[in-house]
Every structure is written in structure tokens, then in C-alpha cells.
């Protein structure tokens, strides 16, 4: 039976993608190198009718506009779903053009794709895919909270495993609706913003490895694999058809909650992957456009080790991402991204880096981003690494890499650490001062999803990666970890009470840096991926929060709980600019900030075989409110035992003594207490900090408490 035709105009070049007009609906797409261009249409007229399947072709003479493909269908329908064939030169040795019109490819304008359920067969590349999408949702007042960078702890969490485990008591597990659930916890945390994992549209099924086990197919479970940047994952929904709104709603509720919402963004590549995988859309729209391609063979440039690199500093492709990130903010409120593999966004057509990528320079300088926070995860897979230099501009902040090698090497025991830490803690002057940037610049992280857990980190020397399927040659082998003594589980009482010490000691040195803290979600009650340092394809308990351990290591979770409290109240651990520099003992009108010493107050050790360090850091800066001081004893020894000395407590007459607040070695509830509950010292005594512990101080007004006799230290 003939389909009736469909009224059609001419249609209009912008805007990219599908728009609802009064008149209709217009569709356009840019190739530059097509010749033939056929809109492919799945039209519903009524809810009980059948599918009816339109092809529509394209005429250059009439619906071309430059490099833009268009049309305007007239009609008021919108239950379709639509994509599009292209044909042209298909020879990719010779044009590196990949055209097969009997692909039907994804509108990489596309605000969503049809609804699929997790694990469910996707249909891209052989359907019409693209859905017409008008954004009608009650915000009700909503908006981007911009708390200030100062202010932000981040909490990076992947928006199905946070809650996928049934310990996680949630009413629909592993969807945005569950995150909603967990907001009283992640408020009660303290936490100020969550940073989730790959939201963009992917087909978690395009793997290969199985389970070396149960044969059974694994999932590509942590999403960085777009074949979307505007589409929302629908499978993170509780109900996928609905999943816009869904998300919509966890964001309405999160900043209720005071609680930011940051995405990260996988712009460097596309789930196409090489020539051997799914073409689904930019590959077959136009590929010397899209992707970075060697100039004599065509071959993908792979600078993001996933087969294929995103020719980023392209106006076409330059556009896509601006255009991507302002529906974000605009129409989804998210409040900042964090950029995977960001220095591919530096590189040129031919993959040599850029000194001035237009790329990093757009999204900081865009108006519609001036207030979106923008994190740059600032390395690619291909060597480069840019921590430190990866702009200039001082909206970039960075994931701090060296931060967390400098930290793990040091509470592992490794030599030559103490100076570098001190670096860190004071926040990466080395890396951000040169170019005028601040301590902000730096996103302080121990773990993140990629390696070992907190908990993993100080129970595994190697990697245990054969459930992924590669014979554990996958993931990496350079984990700075220590196991403590016994390689993973079982391990006797003595080792378990020294991993937890450390995992303390850690969270006290991230929390009381320099810097923006950032916490990986389920550190803070010891979850363990069994020593998996890559569990990408891990769509299972490995990967899932365990939520019955916050309860098990409730004292655990009020460690870190109290410890960002800490952070929070007091502004001398979130400073915007970094400490002032003069020599001691010269009169300069100004008090030290920080003051570094080892056993000794005022005597340093700098030597490679040391392994403690303390600093003093003091409460009274120029033009700042009086903040209370804060002694900070670190000891990274594996089996020493350091005896500080204390200072004086800075303005002493105004009545202050010193109240050793943490003891990581301390059994809780003793190892962090307020200052009412806790020992009061004075300079000159002695204060003994365990291997792999850390020790810190507050002074405060003295009250009339009782002076506890010894040295200050909680039993062990």
C-alpha cells in the first residue's frame, strides 16, 4: 500500500537538529561531503496505529544551505522517531569518507533516542533512533546554586551503582530515582556537589569480554563510550520513557538539598570506535570532519585509546560541544562538567598539541558557561600530560594527578616524599602559581573510578583483574598501593586496625589540604572492588555500593563525616590564593601562614629517608576573620614511631591552648572529637604519632577543663 506523502518545505539550515515550528517540524544535519541525503522517518499518527516507515530524500538544489542539509515536514505529528541515510564516496583508503546508505544514523543534535531499558539490544545504526523532544517541566524556581569553588567538596558517584545493591533500601535501585533516595545520606555527609559518571546516551553491550568464569557477557558498565552528547541515558531511569524528567526531578532535588550537580563529558571520543565498529553517526555523516585521521593511511589517530579521537579544535565539532554543554546548563540546570581526557580538546587535525586550543579557550570564555564550574581531567592516553599547564585561564580547575601519586607514595612508606607532600598539602604551587592560577585550580582526589578503591588501596599491591576477561592485562600496574602486610582477605585483626588507620590518615590529609577535595562514593565506608582496579565492564556487586558497610563502619563514615565538617567551618583550609612566602625571623608587618617543621619546632627535614612532617597552619591571615590554628602531625613510616614537639600556640594571649581533635591510630569514637572532649596541650610537650598515622590540633579559647596528664595521646 502507497504511504500518503507528507507536505514538505524547504525547511531551514538552524537550528541544527529537530525543531517544532508553528508551521512544522525541521530537520537538519550538517555533512559536507555528502551527495545524497534521505530523512528516514517511524511515524506514529495515533497511539493505536502501526508504525508507518517514510523515506524522505533530500535535494541538494533545494534543501542544502552550505554544508547543512534541511527540510520542514508539514505536519503537527510528534510521536516519530526519525534518522538518516547518507551516500557518498565509500573508498576509505582513498577519501577516508565512510558513506553506506544502508546505515540509518543518529542526529548528533538529537535531544533524545528512543527509550531503552538497561541491557536491552540497542538499535543504532539499523533504525531510526532520534526522538523528538519538547522540554516542558515544572522547575519550579530552579537554578545552578554556584557555591563557590572554595566551598565544594565533590563526591564522584556512578548514577546506577550507587544504589544497584539491594542494601541500598531504595524504592527503584540504580536510576536517577534512587540517587533522590540517598540525598538525606549524601546531606549528612557533607558533601556539595556530585560529579556522575557518563549520563550521555551509550550501549552498554558493545563488549566483547566475557565473564572467564560463567561465560557470560559482561557490560561496558561505566558509559565512556557516547554515541550521544545531548541524550540522556534512559536506561538510568525507573521508567525509561519518562526519563528526562527523572533526571530533571534528581536535580530539582538536589539543589533543594544544597547539593551540586556536575557531569562528566566524553568529548575525545565516540562509541564508533575503528573502522571495525558500529557506524552510528559522525563516522557516517562525515568522517574527515569529526575524527582525527592520518593524513596518507586515514587511519584513526587514537589518542583516547578507544579506537577513535574526536577532531576537537574542528568549527563543526567546536560547535557540537559548546552547543552540548549550553543545553546542559539550560535546559537540564547541571551546575559543572568534569572533561575525560580533556588535552585531546588541545590538539590540532593532526593531533599535534596546540598553545592556544580555541577549543579549552570557548568553553571558558563562553557566556552561557560563565558560572558552570569546568574541570579538565588534564592528560589523554597517548602519554600527554598536562596537570598543571593545561590553561592558563583560571576557570579551568584540574584534576590534580600528581596529588594523588604524591599522597599515596608517601603514606606507602616510599622515600624521597616529604617535600612533594608539603607541595600538596599547600596547594600545588609548582603546578598552578606560574601561571597565575590559585590553589582553587587544583580538584584534590586519593582515588577516583578508575583504580583502586580507598579500601583496596591499602589491601592490594597488584591489580586483580581476571573477572574483566583479559587475562588481567588490563587496567594499570602503577597503583603507588601498599597492602599492609597480607595481600587482600583474609587478614588478622592488627592488619585490618592498620588499614583503617591509614584510610584516616588519607582522608585527613585530602580534607585539610589546599585545594577542592574530591571523595570517590563508598571510600568513606570502606568498599572494596576485590583488588579490580579497572572495573569498567563490572555490572555487579564488584561494582555496586555495599551499603550495609556504613553501617558495619559506621565509625568509618563519621570519620570522614566529621573530617569535611572540620573543613567546612574553618576558612584556613579553603584558601583562594597560595601562602605568602618570607623569611623567618625578618620583620615584615605580616605573621607566617604555615610553618613547616619535622620532630623540632622550627627545625625541617627535607632528606629523602624522612618520613614525617608537620605544619603548623595559622588562624590569623590579613584581612580575615580570626580562625582558630591547626597543628597537623604526618607520619608515613611503615614501622617508626615519631615523637613531635610542639609549638606554641600562635597568640597565645588571647587564651588558647591546643586540643588534639584527630588521632587516626586512636580506637573511635576517639579518633576525632571536638575540642570540648578533647586532650589539651601546650607547647613544648610531646606528642606521639604511630606509623601511618596522622595527628592534628586545633587551639581554642581555654576553658575550664581539667589538664590531662601525658603526652595527649588516645589509646590505641
Not at 585545594?515 to 568513606?524: K, L, Q
Not at 583488588?531 to 570519620?559: I, K, M, T
Request: charged share 25%; with cysteine.
Amino acid at each position: 500500500m502507497r504511504k500518503p506523502a507528507i507536505p514538505v518545505k524547504r525547511g531551514s539550515p538552524l537550528p541544527q537538529g529537530v525543531t517544532a515550528f508553528d508551521e512544522g517540524i525541521n530537520f537538519s544535519i550538517f555533512s559536507r561531503h555528502a551527495e545524497q541525503v534521505t530523512l528516514v522517518l517511524d511515524i506514529r499518527s495515533s497511539p493505536e496505529s502501526n508504525l508507518q516507515r517514510h523515506e524522505i530524500p533530500l535535494h541538494a538544489e533545494e534543501n542544502r544551505t552550505g554544508d547543512f542539509w534541511h527540510i520542514l515536514l508539514v505536519i503537527s505529528i510528534k510521536d516519530f522517531s526519525y534518522g538518516y541515510m547518507l551516500s557518498g564516496p565509500i573508498a576509505a583508503v582513498a577519501t577516508a569518507l565512510i558513506y553506506d546508505p544502508r546505515n540509518i544514523l543518529l542526529d548528533p543534535f538529537c535531544h533524545a533516542l528512543l527509550p531503552r531499558k538497561w541491557g536491552e539490544r540497542s538499535h543504532y545504526g539499523t533504525a531510526p533512533c532520534c526522538r523528538l523532544i519538547e522540554h516542558e517541566f515544572d522547575w519550579q524556581g530552579d537554578r545552578p546554586l554556584q557555591i563557590p569553588l572554595p566551598e565544594t567538596v565533590i563526591y564522584e558517584l556512578h548514577p546506577r551503582g550507587f544504589t544497584r545493591h539491594r542494601s541500598a533500601k531504595v524504592r527503584f535501585p540504580g536510576t536517577f530515582l534512587g540517587i533522590i533516595d540517598k540525598i538525606p545520606y549524601l546531606k549528612n555527609l557533607g558533601v556539595t556537589a556530585i560529579e556522575l559518571m557518563p549520563i550521555t546516551e551509550f550501549d552498554e553491550n558493545d563488549i566483547q569480554f566475557r565473564d572467564p568464569d560463567s561465560g557470560e557477557p559482561l557490560k561496558n558498565f561505566w558509559g565512556y563510550n557516547s554515541v550521544s552528547f545531548f541524550a540522556l541515558k534512559s536506561g538510568y531511569a525507573a521508567d525509561c520513557r519518562n526519563h528526562i524528567d527523572e533526571f530533571k526531578a534528581m536535580v530539582k532535588a538536589l539543589h533543594r538539598a544544597g547539593i551540586e550537580i556536575f557531569l562528566d563529558m566524553v568529548f575525545n571520543h565516540s562509541g564508533e570506535g575503528g573502522y571495525e565498529g558500529v557506524t552510528s553517526s559522525f563516522r557516517g555523516i562525515d568522517n574527515r570532519i569529526y575524527y582525527l585521521l592520518d593524513r596518507e593511511k586515514h587511519a584513526y589517530l587514537n589518542y583516547s585509546g578507544c579506537g577513535n579521537t574526536l577532531n576537537c579544535n574542528h568549527p563543526v565539532v567546536r560547535d557540537l560541544i559548546r552547543d552540548a554543554l549550553r543545553f546542559w546548563v539550560i535546559e537540564m540546570h547541571v551546575d559543572g562538567f568534569r572533561f575525560d581526557l580533556a588535552s585531546i580538546l588541545g590538539r590540532d587535525k593532526n593531533g599535534n598539541v596546540l598553545a592556544n586550543p580555541p577549543m579549552i579557550e570557548m568553553i571558558a570564555e563562553d557566556p552561557v558557561l560563565r558560572n558552570t564550574k569546568i574541570i579538565a581531567e588534564a592528560w589523554d592516553a597517548a602519554g600527554l600530560y598536562q596537570v598543571g599547564t593545561f590553561s592558563t585561564d583560571r576557570r579551568w580547575a584540574e584534576w590534580n594527578g600528581r596529588f594523588r601519586d604524591d599522597v599515596r607514595a608517601f603514606m606507602a612508606g616510599h622515600e624521597d616524599t616529604v617535600t612533594r607532600l608539603a607541595t600538596r598539602i599547600a596547594g600545588s604551587s609548582d603546578l598552578y602559581q606560574t601561571s597565575s592560577r590559585g590553589p582553587l585550580s587544583s580538584i584534590n582526589f586519593i582515588t577516583s573510578h578508575d583504580g583502586f578503591t580507598l579500601f583496596d588501596l591499602v589491601s592490594y599491591n597488584d591489580k586483580h583483574n581476571r573477572a574483566n576477561g583479559e587475562g588481567n592485562r588490563d587496567g594499570d600496574n602503577h597503583n603507588i598501593s601498599w597492602n599492609s602486610g597480607v595481600e587482600g582477605s583474609p587478614c588478622s585483626r592488627q592488619i585490618s586496625r592498620l588499614r583503617l588507620r591509614r584510610i584516616r590518615s588519607m582522608a585527613v590529609i585530602l580534607l585539610l589540604s589546599q585545594g577542592v577535595p574530591m571523595i570517590t562514593a563508598g571510600d568513606e565506608f570502606g568498599r572494596s572492588q576485590q583488588g579490580n582496579n579497572n572495573a569498567w565492564c563490572q555490572d555487579n556487586p564488584v561494582s555496586w555500593l555495599d551499603w550495609s558497610l556504613a553501617e558495619s563502619n559506621h565509625y568509618l563514615l563519621r570519620f570522614f563525616r566529621l573530617c569535611i565538617a572540620l573543613r567546612k567551618e574553618h576558612p584556613v583550609f579553603r584558601r583562594e590564593e597560595f601562602f605568602h612566602h618570607h623569611a623567618e625571623g625578618v620583620e615584615t608587618g605580616r605573621s607566617p601562614e604555615i610553618t613547616w617543621q619535622y620532630l623540632q619546632p622550627g627545625q625541617q627535614n627535607w632528606s629523602p629517608d624522612c618520613h614525617g612532617l608537620a605544619f603548623l597552619l595559622h588562624g590569623q591571615r590579613p584581612g580575615a576573620v580570626r580562625d582558630d590554628d591547626f597543628f597537623v602531625m604526618m607520619n608515613g613510616s611503615r614501622d617508626q614511631t615519631l615523637q613531635f614537639i610542639l609549638p606554641d600556640v600562635p597568640e597565645a594571649g588571647e587564651g588558647r591552648a591546643w586540643f588534639q581533635i584527630i588521632d587516626t591510630a586512636a580506637t573511635p569514637p576517639r579518633d576525632v572529637l571536638s575540642p570540648e572532649k578533647a586532650d589539651r596541650l601546650s607547647g613544648g610537650q610531646s606528642v606521639t604519632v604511630l606509623p601511618q598515622s596522622v595527628a592534628v590540633l586545633q587551639s581554642a579559647k581555654v576553658r575550664r577543663l581539667p589538664v590531662r596528664p601525658g603526652t595527649g595521646i588516645f589509646p590505641d
